[in-house]
């Protein structure tokens, strides 16, 4: 079990993250650590990963109880930096299938648009 803070927030730090956080943090979470594994296993030298999620809600008042409408998710940006001194294009290689097969990924993918941008350091 883990707790799970309030559904959204103003305050500048929460005891514990949201639901919505947490699902943002399974995702990223998932990438880094199957790519590092599928990197692993392609021979390459990762030096760092560093993964960052955005996520756009439809209409964040609707979430918050104060208007009716959509609150869906209408967008993630993911933004993936890799360190390393490995051919950039087999990186691209493993990134592209790490995200193939990445069951959160795929599901989200069929719900809302996402754009992933890859920065190779």
Same mark, same amino acid.
């Given at each position: 079990?883990?707790?799970?803070?309030?559904p959204a927030s103003f305050e500048e730090r929460d005891k514990h993250p949201s639901a919505l956080e947490y699902m943002i *943090? !399974?995702?990223?979470?998932?990438l880094s650590t199957a790519f590092s594994t599928e990197s !692993? @296993?392609? *021979?390459l030298e990762i030096d760092d990963i560093e993964i960052t999620i955005r996520c756009k809600l439809e209409n964040i008042?609707?979430?918050? *109880?104060l208007e009716? *409408?959509? /609150?869906?998710?209408?967008s993630l940006d993911i933004k993936c930096f890799i360190t390393s001194v490995d051919d950039a294009q087999k990186i691209k290689a493993v990134w592209q299938d790490t995200l193939n097969r990445?069951?959160?990924?795929? /599901?989200? @993918? @069929? !719900?809302t648009a996402i754009n992933v941008k890859l920065n190779i350091v």
């Open positions: 079990s883990f707790e799970v803070g309030q *943090g !399974a995702l990223s979470a998932s !692993a @296993k392609a *021979g008042l609707v979430h918050l *109880g009716q *409408g959509e /609150t869906s998710i209408s990445s069951p959160i990924y795929s /599901t989200l @993918k @069929k !719900a």
